[in-house]
């Protein structure tokens, strides 16, 4: 006897309405925010296509480049009940970006993907940028990832998917993927990290399958 099928049927919380985007920028990234405001990331046209630019590998195969050739500047637009509220940051190199609001005001834009050499030296793929839209600080939170999430108390949420758990891009060596599973970061407390000071890290149940 087949197994009874179960629905859940989802309505939106709050009415639909267009969010306004400035002439000649494109929506790179979009996400929801811990307090359920609607967060995008939004660049110039003529900028947009370095976001997802890729290195091609005749006849066996392409990559994407893990960041821009030069720096390029984007709106962050987060969009709530109460209105909307446009931040414009400056010095971005990050492919294929996550972006997410932090307590505070701050911005988190996390490249997906990010190389590590064999001396052991990698890219930092992960930066905050603060409410004047600066750059604050950087760290590292492994390639191949598919979806980043904050909380309210600033942790933040990372999920992979294959090259991220198996390894790429120079994490398949010795030491392994640095995100073998999902886990939380607080950015209030670090631990050493191969040659660099990162965040603290805690497993968790949060795990990325291919």
Not at 118 to 125: I, K, Q, R, V
Not at 133 to 149: S, T, V
């Amino acid at each position: 006897m087949a197994a009874a099928t179960k629905s859940i049927e989802l309505h939106p919380s709050r009415p639909h309405r267009k969010l306004a985007r400035p002439d000649g920028f494109k929506t790179t990234s979009t996400s929801v925010g811990f307090d359920g405001d609607a967060i995008r990331l939004l660049t110039s046209e003529g900028q947009a296509s370095s976001l997802v630019a890729r290195e091609e590998q005749p006849g066996w195969a392409s990559f994407p480049k893990t960041q821009t050739e030069s720096e390029y500047s984007s709106i962050v637009s987060v969009s709530g009940p109460s209105g909307s509220r446009d931040t414009e940051l400056c010095g971005l190199t990050a492919t294929f970006p996550k972006i997410e609001i932090l307590p505070g005001g701050e911005t988190l834009v996390v490249a997906s993907r990010c190389f590590r050499n064999l001396d052991g030296s990698h890219e930092m793929n992960a930066k905050v940028y603060g409410p004047d839209g600066k750059q604050k600080r950087e760290f590292l939170l492994g390639d191949g990832i598919n979806h980043i999430q904050t909380d309210a108390e600033g942790r933040i949420w990372v999920g992979y998917f294959d090259e991220g758990i198996f390894g790429n891009f120079g994490w398949q060596y010795a030491g392994g993927p640095f995100g073998q599973r999902g886990f939380l970061v607080s950015l209030n407390q670090a631990k050493r990290y191969g040659t660099m000071h990162l965040p603290r890290v805690l497993t968790t149940s949060l795990t990325a399958m291919p």
